[in-house]
């Protein structure tokens, strides 16, 4: 019988505009669906109800990528090489490489092409990151400086974080800057130390407190550090120029002389001062629901951390280091050695900067204020616990005090 109407009798739905279907084809390559997967998803998403043969005709229509056809060699073996040297710890296998360079640069590359090139490139990978490996042991040196101000490095501490403390949203972050000859220059709380504009403030402070930069500023690979690094660059070059960088990256395990004064401060203060704000949770004295609670702790409790860091700083720089006779460094006291480096045959190599520098980088590049990255509760809540603090007689900060001073300023917000 004549089919009259020119249909066959299948309903395939409409057929999506170009500029949906296109990126979605895309998408279905680079997430690497099979046929059926990519045929079932077009049919769920756009009601669009089609074969083998017509997604290979659009595939072609779109240019999309595929496994079956890919680039030259040359080109696979550049977007490997860049995937590699991305990779700082080593730990991407051919997989995630491979769907890495999909997702990013909408290339498909075979496996088995891959993998060849990437053992090519990396050949020790494998035995890296081998499961049951047994991970080789740093060998330590030996840290040797010119003199002080030479290389600064500096990090963050987390113990006291929202995720250590598991308390809710509430957490005391710590940010340091410690000299390569062992000093303690700058310790100080902040509210977020994965903000790149916070640590961008931060290092502006450390810079105004001790009006100079160091040569070399070494931290580790966070995104937080992006600001502090242009700044640093800025500064140095502001200053004069030299063939070292002004910025080094290192992984956390490599930097060495931050990540160790860590461990002293969790002695000093850092272990108890936790376990005093976990125990006061534990008897019910804070109650993370609460927005007075909330606000109540992030107001008190970095400043009484923000105490014992300054008491620990000033305890750290002013005591000598034990005789050991394998160190190359001075074991005199840190600030000693900081006055005084001719007398430990040490130079200063700080670059003064002058303060209307630093704010004027602060205005010009810092898209966050200091007053609103450093801020740990609303303006409205500060000015009331300073006045209730005031009214309780200001007691000292000092973590063993610290819950009774808060439930003493908590009776009084909320009978206010």
Not at 98 to 114: G, K, S
Not at 151 to 162: I, Q, R, S
Not at 228 to 245: K, Y
Not at 376 to 405: M, N
């Amino acid at each position: 019988m004549t089919n009259k109407d020119g249909v066959n009798g299948i309903d395939n739905g409409t057929k999506p505009p170009d500029n949906l279907l296109r990126p979605a084809l895309h998408q279905f390559s680079r997430r690497q669906m099979s046929v059926p997967q990519r045929l079932a998803e077009l049919n769920r998403r756009f009601g669009y109800s089609i074969g083998k043969n017509t997604l290979i005709k659009l595939n072609k229509q779109f240019e999309v990528p595929s496994v079956r056809k890919p680039p030259s060699l040359p080109v696979i073996t550049s977007l490997v090489a860049q995937a590699v040297d991305e990779d700082v710890l080593g730990r991407h296998g051919p997989t995630t490489i491979q769907r890495m360079i999909a997702r990013e640069q909408n290339v498909i590359i075979p496996r088995d092409i891959l993998r060849v090139v990437h053992r090519g490139i990396d050949p020790e990978g494998p035995a890296r990151r081998f499961p049951g490996r047994k991970r080789t042991v740093k060998v330590r040196g030996q840290l040797k400086a010119l003199g002080v101000m030479e290389e600064v490095h500096c990090d963050g501490h987390e113990k006291l974080g929202a995720k250590a403390l598991k308390m809710g949203q509430v957490g005391i972050p710590i940010y340091g800057f410690r000299d390569h000859t062992g000093m303690f220059q700058y310790l100080t709380v902040v509210p977020n130390d994965r903000d790149e504009m916070t640590i961008g403030h931060t290092y502006l402070d450390f810079v105004e407190e001790r009006g100079e930069i160091p040569i070399q500023l070494t931290f580790d690979c966070g995104t937080e550090t992006g600001m502090m690094r242009r700044l640093q660059g800025m500064l140095r070059s502001a200053g004069f120029v030299l063939e070292r960088p002004s910025t080094v990256a290192l992984g956390s395990t490599d930097n060495i002389p931050i990540e160790s004064g860590w461990s002293y401060w969790q002695d000093y203060a850092g272990r108890n001062i936790k376990a005093v704000i976990l125990d006061g949770h534990s008897k019910g004295y804070f109650a993370s629901a609460d927005p007075d609670h909330v606000n109540l702790f992030q107001w008190l409790w970095p400043q009484i951390v923000q105490t014992h860091l300054d008491l620990f700083k000033d305890f750290w720089n002013t005591t000598p280091r034990r005789k050991q006779d394998n160190k190359l460094l001075p074991t005199a006291a840190p600030d000693m050695v900081y006055n005084y480096p001719e007398d430990h045959n040490l130079i200063h190599c700080g670059i003064p900067v002058p303060k209307p520098l630093i704010q004027e980088l602060r205005n010009s590049h810092l898209a966050t204020s200091r007053e609103d990255a450093m801020r740990w509760v609303p303006h409205e809540f500060d000015i009331l616990a300073k006045v209730v603090y005031q009214e309780i007689g200001s007691p000292r900060l000092h973590y063993s005090t610290g819950w009774e001073t808060y439930k003493e300023m908590l009776d009084v917000i909320q009978g206010a």
